[in-house]
């Protein structure tokens, strides 16, 4: 199975930036998800392993940017314009397609903090 490990996550201030980076090796498409206190584990984005195909929730769309570079076994999650409600564990995820449901997700990683706040 494939091992995932994220990395990026912290404190920023709103409207801030941050970018979030999943290691993981295989031809899976990646997905992010994200999960806060009290609160069931959402979809943010995810990237076919080509990069051809991405889907964002509308709570982040505009925001946010998937990408990948498949070299380097890396995908990325480039938070812009960050809110407070985007505090969260983020969390990569590896599966078959690009789904926007966790179900369509083979395996996860550990889990990266964000926090936003002033």
């Known amino acids: 199975q494939v091992q995932l490990v994220e990395s990026g996550g912290g404190l920023v201030q709103p409207g801030g930036s941050l970018r979030l980076s999943c290691a993981a090796s295989?031809?899976?498409?990646m997905g992010w998800f994200r999960q806060a206190p009290g609160k069931e584990r959402e979809f943010v984005a995810t990237?076919?392993?080509?990069?051809?195909?991405?889907y964002y929730a509308d709570s982040v769309k505009g925001r946010f940017t998937i990408s990948r570079d498949n070299a380097k076994n890396t995908v990325y999650l480039q938070m812009n314009s960050v809110k407070p409600e985007d505090t969260a564990v983020y969390y990569c995820?590896?599966?078959?397609?690009?789904?926007?449901?966790?179900?369509?997700?083979?395996?996860w990683g550990q889990g990266t903090q964000v926090t936003v706040s002033s």
């Open positions: 995820a590896a599966g078959p397609t690009a789904s926007t449901y966790s179900v369509g997700y083979t395996n």
């Open positions: 295989g031809r899976y498409a």
């Open positions: 990237l076919s392993w080509s990069g051809g195909t991405a």
